[in-house]
């Protein structure tokens, strides 16, 4: 049974350059979230959704950020323009359903903006 | 806010015993899980406390004290392969607020 699959694993871009990320849930999870990761500020939830809708979006740290889940399988992360101080490891992680204990992690996207 | 407090690392010895403390300030409280990370991994499920008491899972124990909000994650014989970080995160309002890990290093 595969994963959580993210896409790229490693980024290396430049300040002002759009990225986009990509996640591909568990097929049959209903519920899918983003982190960042830094040695500052730890863990971070950026974005939520449930049943492919947006969910709780307050920790998504700028207008810069956007994401989508056009359908049940997929969904994206783009930040536009990107800056240094995005660099981080972003995961994307699902969940059966809301509330359900478990999230299952992505391998995670290592993104440093230059 | 949110707010979790865990000891930032710890040191052992292979087949020692190690607690790792959490202690949260949360809204709308419905549980404390535990998640294990390895150096460049990513983070993995290890255990759910929703009620009071201790939840047993081979080497790995959680326990949750609502009323001290405070949990724990006690690891048992340890081995080298248990060198990670260790979160402990709040299950709130549907969604994890994370701490800031606890680093855990292993030495024969």
């Known amino acids: 049974d595969a994963g959580v699959i993210q896409s790229p694993r490693h980024e290396v871009t430049e300040m002002g350059q759009e990225v986009t990320l990509r996640c591909k849930p568990i097929?049959?999870?209903?519920?899918l979230f983003w982190y960042r990761q830094t040695m500052m500020r730890g863990l971070e939830l950026l974005i939520y959704?449930?049943?492919?809708?947006?969910?709780?979006d307050s920790g998504m740290p700028e207008d810069r950020f956007s994401a989508k889940m056009p359908n049940a399988s997929f969904s994206t992360l783009k930040i536009q323009p990107s800056e240094p101080r995005d660099s981080a490891v972003y995961f994307c992680?699902?969940?059966?359903?809301?509330?359900?204990?478990?999230?299952?992690f992505g391998p995670g996207t290592r993104l440093t903006v230059l | 806010g949110q707010s979790l407090e865990q000891p930032s690392e710890v040191t052992a010895v292979e087949g020692a015993i190690v607690q790792i403390n959490c202690t949260y300030q949360?809204?709308?409280?419905?549980?404390l899980s535990w998640y294990q990370q390895h150096d460049g991994g990513a983070p993995t499920f290890l255990s759910y406390?929703?009620?009071?008491g201790l939840e047993e899972t081979g080497r790995f124990s959680s326990f949750l004290s609502r009323s001290d909000s405070y949990g724990y994650l006690l690891l048992q014989e340890l081995q080298m392969k248990d060198s990670a970080s260790y979160f402990c995160?709040?299950?709130?309002?549907?969604?994890?607020?994370f701490g800031a890990g606890t680093t855990v290093t292993v030495r024969a």
């Open positions: 992680a699902s969940s059966p359903g809301l509330g359900t204990d478990t999230q299952y």
């Open positions: 995160a709040a299950l709130n309002d549907y969604k994890l607020s």
């Open positions: 949360t809204s709308g409280f419905y549980g």
């Open positions: 097929s049959g999870h209903n519920s």
């Open positions: 959704f449930n049943n492919n809708v947006p969910i709780d």
């Open positions: 406390n929703a009620l009071d």
